[in-house]
């Protein structure tokens, strides 16, 4: 089990940048794949990225690449979302994701451990 905790949402101006975290608690970290995934209102959920538990391997939806890195820091139980060059179609709430299956994928069916959400907001 693991409780996952997101933070660094907020309001920002498009071409502006964030950087989302996703504290972990409870089981290690490294045990998980993580990923990140959005909503926007009135729209299912969609996978943003994903980062295998060595953190070696990522994975990204065709709409962020190159904008959004995933990383993260098994010693601190962390994992970071970094988003650059934000456009307003980029705001959602924002959630973190566990799964202990150890390949990466984009179902948001497969993970098991979620948060609560943090809210993302780019202004035109």
């Known amino acids: 089990q693991v409780q996952l905790v997101e933070a660094g949402g907020g309001l920002v101006q498009a071409g502006g940048s964030l950087r989302l975290s996703c504290a972990a608690y409870?089981?290690?970290?490294?045990?998980?794949?993580m990923g990140w995934f959005r909503q926007a209102p009135g729209k299912e959920r969609e996978f943003v990225a994903a980062i295998a538990r060595s953190g070696t391997t990522t994975y990204y939806a065709d709409s962020v690449k190159g904008r959004f890195t995933i990383s993260r820091d098994n010693a601190k139980n962390t994992v970071y979302l970094q988003m650059n060059i934000l456009k307003p179609e980029d705001t959602a709430l924002y959630y973190c994701?566990?799964?202990?299956?150890?390949?990466?994928?984009?179902?948001?069916?497969?993970?098991?451990?979620w948060g609560q959400g943090t809210q993302v907001t780019v202004s035109s």
């Open positions: 994701a566990a799964r202990s299956a150890g390949y990466l994928t984009s179902r948001y069916t497969s993970y098991e451990f």
């Open positions: 409870g089981r290690t970290n490294s045990t998980y794949v």
